[in-house]
């Protein structure tokens, strides 16, 4: 079952998935074994107060936002619920997602199973501590960003050289699924993968030349640095407001 504020949304997932739909979330939170709050940051206190009094007991909750602490989740359900915090990207439309997760003690091994089993089915799923994830809102949420900023700009110099537009960013892109690919599945460290595409003399050491005089992997990794900590400051003052602290 799902809710939704627009009629029409809904009406279309029924329509695709043959699912049950609700305008009423205390509906949904009724009906649900599993709880997915997948909302923007900022509507979790107002959707937790609508819900609150509709839970079972013996649900479990899975929340999906970046800052929001499952000690924040569970005080402004105001008692001890099973919550799951996670965190999935984009790619999760084509099934290739990669979902960091973390739960509370109350969670029992099969509970988390039954959610693993929901986060595996589009993509990979890693558990982590919770410290962890505002890294994991970088480095998952966050970089397919830079992943397609780097398409385009690849696709773009393809097209400098006089290569079709639609032929560069099919080329470029493939090349990029490859690569990553040959990451997870090789076990071999990115950096020996791209020391066997750079031959001595070659045109690919003299690419990553240029690229290395203008400081490329001091600018990706402190593109990540800088978004966890914007991660970690969303966090702060998302928490800080949930919990009645607002000034």
Not at 104 to 132: A, M, P, R, Y
Request: with cysteine; aromatic share 6%; glycine share 8%.
């Amino acid at each position: 079952m799902a809710s939704n504020r627009t009629k029409d949304k809904l009406d279309k997932l029924k329509a695709k998935y043959d699912i049950q739909i609700a305008i009423d979330n205390r509906e949904v939170a009724e009906f649900a074994d599993i709880l997915i709050l997948a909302i923007k940051p900022n509507k979790y206190g107002a959707v937790i107060k609508e819900i609150s009094g509709y839970i079972k007991d013996e649900s479990i909750i899975v929340a999906i936002a970046a800052g929001i602490s499952i000690d924040t989740i569970s005080k402004l359900f105001g008692k001890k619920h099973k919550i799951v915090r996670t965190m999935p990207n984009i790619p999760a439309v084509v099934g290739e997602a990669i979902t960091g997760l973390c739960y509370n003690e109350q969670v029992k091994e099969q509970e988390l199973k039954w959610v693993l089993e929901i986060f595996n089915s589009f993509g990979i799923v890693e558990t982590l501590d919770e410290e962890l994830m505002d890294v994991v809102t970088a480095v998952s949420a966050s970089s397919p960003a830079l992943v397609y900023m780097f398409i385009e700009a690849l696709a773009d110099g393809a097209v400098l050289k006089g290569l079709p537009r639609d032929k560069a960013y099919k080329m470029v892109s493939q090349a990029v699924l490859g690569a990553a690919k040959m990451v997870l599945e090789s076990g071999n460290h990115p950096g020996q993968l791209k020391d066997r595409v750079c031959s001595s003399g070659g045109t690919a050491i003299e690419a990553i030349y240029s690229l290395e005089k203008k400081g490329f992997r001091g600018h990706v990794i402190e593109s990540i640095e800088r978004c966890t900590e914007k991660a970690a400051k969303l966090g702060k003052t998302l928490n800080g407001l949930n919990n009645g602290n607002e000034k």
